[in-house]
């Protein structure tokens, strides 16, 4: 069927310690289908990584994915491993590439860091002003829920980088109080002990493809998308079709903030949350369904969205005041 192992296997990556450790998860599961493959890394520095500033101003976080794609449309490379999270919802798939697998879902859920030495551990023990760092609109936004006193300030960067900023141990214009990272960030970068306040999805409604891993080829690659296909986990990519429906009807970019989580019930029903929030947290909708009898993924995303539009959703992704 295939024509492996006797063929190279190049695979596309951002050049982060975090990307190509994901990498190596991913080479890991190939070599157990393909004991004998052979694997080319091929780290790609893009511009959004080189970029200190804010990246609605290059274009938004949907450039850490897009050089990589070209690079697999043009057959430099045969396979790329993307955050799904990264993966624009407010565009088409690029031409002629698919995703032939998700992994299984990491934890989804954000994690309330402080400098070490420090003794506080919740949102809570943080002082009125005290300054708490994310580069996510959509954790600022629902911060901004709950406690409007404290100063956002957006911190950007490799994940250990900022877990150095948080520590004092790189400079930064302003001491930081405290930061919000993903668990699975922390957990693939093996720093799971920093972690003080665990957030649940009630608490802080994770990003659309939160925690998943998608394996990216070319449609017409038979033998890559065979492979990959193996990897496949049903699951997750039921999951994420829902979330990423509901995304793409919002026409939602990278910079949007918007929440979204699909779970699969006890009872096999799919579940799915959405949220779209002001910048600041002032003002959100909120919409929660279930799959009917067909349980359809996409069918339960384009309602979640349906009725998060019904409520306002594009003015406040737009930012128009009412």
């Given at each position: 069927m295939t024509d492996?192992p006797?063929?190279?296997l190049?695979?596309?990556?951002?050049?982060?310690?975090?990307?190509?450790?994901?990498?190596e998860?991913?080479?890991?599961?190939?070599?157990?289908?393909?004991?004998?493959l052979n694997?080319?890394?091929v780290?790609?520095t893009?511009e959004a990584?080189k970029w200190q500033?804010d990246?609605?101003q290059?274009?938004?976080k949907g450039l850490?994915?897009?050089e990589?794609?070209?690079m697999?449309?043009?057959g430099?490379v045969d396979?790329?491993?993307?955050?799904v999270?990264d993966?624009?919802g407010?565009?088409?798939?690029?031409?002629g590439l698919i995703?032939?697998?998700y992994?299984?879902r990491d934890?989804v859920r954000?994690?309330l860091l402080f400098?070490?030495g420090?003794?506080?551990?919740?949102?809570?023990?943080?002082?009125p002003?005290a300054?708490v760092?994310?580069s996510?609109?959509?954790?600022k936004a629902?911060?901004g829920?709950?406690?409007?006193d404290?100063?956002?300030?957006?911190?950007?960067?490799?994940?250990?980088?900022r877990?150095?900023?948080?520590?004092?141990?790189?400079?930064i214009d302003?001491k930081l109080?405290?930061?919000?990272?993903?668990?699975?960030?922390l957990?693939?970068l093996?720093i799971?002990?920093?972690?003080?306040?665990?957030?649940?999805v009630?608490e802080m409604l994770p990003a659309?493809g939160?925690?998943a891993?998608g394996?990216?080829?070319?449609?017409?690659d038979?033998a890559v998308?065979?492979l990959l296909?193996?990897l496949?986990?049903?699951k997750?990519m039921?999951?994420?079709?829902a979330e990423?429906v509901m995304?793409?009807g919002?026409?939602?970019?990278?910079?949007?903030?918007?929440?979204g989580?699909c779970?699969?019930?006890?009872d096999?029903?799919?579940?799915?949350?959405g949220?779209?929030f002001?910048?600041?947290?002032?003002?959100?909708?909120?919409a929660?369904?279930w799959g009917?009898?067909m349980?359809?993924?996409?069918?339960?995303g384009?309602?979640?969205?349906a009725?998060?539009?019904?409520?306002g959703?594009?003015?406040i992704?737009e930012?128009?005041?009412?």
């Open positions: 492996f006797s063929r190279t190049r695979i596309g990556t951002r050049s982060s310690p975090m990307a190509l450790a994901q990498v998860i991913v080479s890991g599961l190939l070599r157990k289908i393909e004991p004998e694997i080319e890394v780290p790609v893009t990584d500033g990246l609605a290059l274009g938004g850490f994915v897009r990589i794609d070209t697999l449309q043009r430099q396979m790329a491993v993307h955050c999270k993966v624009p407010d565009v088409p798939m690029p031409k995703f032939a697998a992994l299984p934890d954000d994690v400098p070490e420090s003794d506080m551990q919740t949102l809570d023990d943080l002082p002003g300054s760092a994310t996510a609109v959509r954790r629902q911060i829920r709950v406690r409007p404290l100063n956002v300030v957006r911190v950007r960067g490799l994940v250990g980088t877990v150095d900023k948080l520590d004092g141990k790189k400079p302003h109080d405290a930061m919000i990272l993903a668990m699975s960030g957990e693939r093996g799971m002990e920093r972690a003080r306040q665990v957030f649940t009630d659309v939160a925690g891993l394996l990216e080829c070319r449609k017409d038979d998308a065979h296909q193996q496949n986990h049903e997750t039921t999951e994420i079709t990423r995304l793409h919002l026409r939602g970019h990278c910079n949007s903030p918007i929440a989580y779970v699969t019930e006890a096999g029903q799919l579940s799915l949350r949220m779209v002001s910048r600041d947290g002032s003002k959100f909708v909120n929660h369904d009917e009898s349980n359809d993924p996409a069918v339960l384009s309602r979640v969205c009725e998060l539009l019904r409520q959703a594009r003015d992704i930012g128009i005041p009412h």
